[in-house]
């Protein structure tokens, strides 16, 4: 079991085009850093992506919880490809702390980095985190990912947050800000998670920003509850309840033009799957009503207790838990996304007795996976204290 502030004189080495060579890498290795008092050195940063290096995003992310610990860095700019990160102690005089990508950047990407943070800061007080950029763009999950699916599971693990949605922000212009207020926790419980149950509840809300008109609202939502009946009832699992919010933003909520659709279903066994579609403003391609149903259908028919966007965001948690945390995948992949958080977090805690194991469930009736966590038990010393 770790304390929650461990200096380390060697910098830890990670090749950031680990792989799928994005963010994910950044994000992670960041957390624990800040955690752990790891000093890490990352190359290749997003080298698999079309704009290698960090872009405004990242680089926000990285001033954040560079002010959290007050961490010494070399090489936090645009662009860079090669970063050294050497955390300070979290800082005890600071309750607020504000990032803006002053971009579309995606704000929920802020909030991966610096929500494990907040967590293990060493006060009673809650931590509260002022983000701006994108709240519902492409290339990151949307703020209702946020406050709909992870916050519940979040909540599994023993850890919650507040939240105040001030402003929404599309592509291109971001604009978006909301701010979380997190208390911090003594330790993460280890989590069990082994059977998805049924579907008792289905909850939509598809929405419309700016110039695009409601209609749009109304046909996403149409499109994902016709194909969410039509697939359940042909898989003969029981269509539960329908809940369903069609709307047009108050232009005084809102930057820009916009429009998608989030959905939520829960479980008799307390499981939680989010499905979403952003609108582009094309005819072409599928409807965001359809690719969000997918996302969800993809989840259930698979058995899973975690849909693919909330896999990847288990394991930092399952990482900082106490004990062993279990998560059933169903007969889906492990994602890149997930594979890459593992490994990061493997070459960073692993001398501590951090392992992962994916094996064959003997427990359920269906083709699944067990997802298997030994984590190392991250103390919030001086909390405790208090």
Known sequence: ???????????????????????QVLRIAL????????PIEIKNIRAGRPKPGLAAQHLKGLELVKEMCNAQVQGGYIGSTHLEFRPGPLNKNKRTFVADTQTAGCICLLAQVALPCALFFPYNDAVTLILMGGTNVPMGPQIEYLTEVFKPMLNKFGADFD????????????????HLHIKPVSNLNAVTLINQGL???????????????INEAQRMAYDAQAILNNKLIESHIQVPPFTTE???????????????????CKTN????????GLGSGRREGPSP???????????????????????????????????VSRINIGDMKLTCHTETAMQVAEIMLGKHGLRFNLSKSTESEYPSYILECQGCGLINDNLIKQ
Request: aromatic share 6%; hydrophobic share 40%.
């Open 289 to 323: 009503g359809k690719t969000a149903a997918d996302e969800i259908l993809k989840s259930l028919l698979a058995r899973a207790c975690v849909d693919e966007h909330t896999q990847d965001q288990m394991i930092i948690l399952m990482a900082l838990a106490k004990g």
């Open 199 to 213: 579907p008792i509840e289905i909850t939509m809300w598809s929405y419309v920003a700016g110039s695009v008109h």
């Open 246 to 264: 069609a709307y047009k933003e108050d232009k005084t909520m809102t930057v820009g033009n916009g429009s998608g659709i989030n959905i939520v």
């Open 163 to 178: 939240f105040e949605l001030m402003k929404r922000g599309y592509y291109p212009k971001g604009g978006g800000r909301l």
């Open 1 to 23: 079991m770790l304390k929650s502030y461990r200096i380390m004189s060697s910098l830890v080495q990670i090749d950031g085009s680990l792989g799928e060579g994005g963010g």
């Open 31 to 38: 957390s624990l850093s800040t955690l752990y008092g790891i």
């Open 269 to 276: 066994t307390g499981c939680v799957l989010g499905g979403s």
